[in-house]
């Protein structure tokens, strides 16, 4: 599984019109995000993303960006361990970006967006061996944090014996419908007879 690129996900903030993205819940950002699921030895990546809007209802510190963060992963009751040592990787470079979003259609009509400074860190190619659930925590120097939950699952060693393949094109609500009205004779908008697959 691959971390995606943080500007696509940062989907707006604020009340009914855009939601946040399940990886970013507030200020901080981690994929894979909470609820996850692996198999074991499964190859992925790990992203954190610290935002300091400029302005905006979450606009934070100015917009300076709390570079200083850690993310700590552990098994199911273990202790939490920096991830470089966790996984005996090199400690990857903070890099930096910015962007603008609207935190809402309001915002949006005036034309008011919200300048976002970023900070992150990305660490490739890691595997988790032992299958279990495993805690994530991400957490600046200024008190900002992030936690997940991923579970990985123990790869499946049964044989196939056969193997269905279901295409499911055309079977849209929509066409289903248009399929019904087509082939059965309607009275009074009550239909005389159903489809094979209305009869359950
Ligand atoms: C935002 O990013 C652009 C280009 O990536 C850079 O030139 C600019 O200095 C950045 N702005 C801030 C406030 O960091
Ligand atoms: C935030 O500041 C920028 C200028 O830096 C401005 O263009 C924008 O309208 C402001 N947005 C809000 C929501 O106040």
Same mark, same amino acid.
């Given at each position: 599984m691959l971390a995606p690129i943080a500007l696509a996900l940062l989907v707006g903030a604020n009340a009914q019109t855009?939601?946040?993205?399940?990886?970013?819940?507030g200020l901080v950002c981690l994929w894979p995000p909470s609820t996850?699921?692996?198999?074991?030895?499964?190859?992925?990546?790990?992203?954190?993303? *610290?935002?300091?809007?400029?302005?905006?209802?979450?606009?934070? &510190?100015?917009?300076? =960006?709390? #570079?200083?963060?850690?993310?700590?992963?552990?098994?199911e009751g273990a202790e939490l361990v920096p991830i470089?040592?966790?996984?005996?990787?090199?400690?990857?470079a903070v890099a930096t970006h910015n962007f603008t979003y609207y935190e809402d259609l309001f915002a949006r009509d005036a034309r008011a967006p919200v300048p976002v400074n970023a900070a992150s860190k990305s660490y490739r190619n890691?595997?988790?061996?032992?299958?279990?659930?495993?805690?994530? *925590?991400?957490?600046?120097?200024s008190g900002l944090r992030n936690e &997940?939950?991923?579970? =990985?699952? #123990?790869?499946?060693d049964a044989k196939a014996k056969n193997m269905i393949f279901f295409v499911g094109d055309?079977?849209?609500?929509?066409?289903?419908?248009?399929a019904r009205l087509l082939a059965h004779k309607t009275v009074n908008g009550r239909y005389q007879s159903v489809m094979k697959m209305d009869e359950a």
């Open positions: 855009f939601r946040r993205a399940a990886a970013c819940p996850s699921e692996f198999i074991a030895s499964q190859t992925f990546d790990i992203r954190a993303e *610290v935002h300091a809007p400029v302005n905006g209802s979450e606009a934070y &510190a100015n917009g300076v =960006v709390d #570079k200083e963060f850690t993310i700590y992963i552990g098994g470089s040592q966790f996984f005996n990787v090199p400690e990857p890691l595997q988790l061996r032992n299958p279990g659930r495993y805690r994530v *925590v991400v957490t600046t120097k &997940a939950y991923w579970e =990985v699952r #123990k790869p499946c055309g079977m849209a609500t929509s066409m289903i419908s248009a």
